[in-house]
């Protein structure tokens, strides 16, 4: 997924940019309390295990769910 793709589906896209996202994964910067919020909510965990450096994230965040 880009960071593109992953700022449109965290629906974060006035909170941060495509170079925030980058110092994220790189460690540089700490996402906000409401960027990992919505990052667990989309990867479908708690927020604890995002936070939790001895927790093992998933590799691939799930596909969208749709509404019916």
């Known amino acids: 997924m880009t960071q593109a ?3 449109r589906r965290l629906d974060i896209e006035g909170l941060a ?3 925030k996202i ?3 994964e790189s460690g540089k910067r700490d996402p906000s309390l409401l960027i990992l919020l ?4 989309l990867a479908g965990i708690h927020m604890e295990d995002l936070v939790d450096d001895e927790t ?3 590799a691939r965040l799930p ?3 749709t509404r019916r």
């Open 5 to 7: 793709e992953l700022l």
């Open 17 to 19: 940019t495509q170079s």
């Open 22 to 24: 980058s110092e994220f």
């Open 38 to 41: 919505q990052y667990s909510r």
């Open 56 to 58: 093992d994230l998933p």
């Open 63 to 65: 596909a969208k769910r």
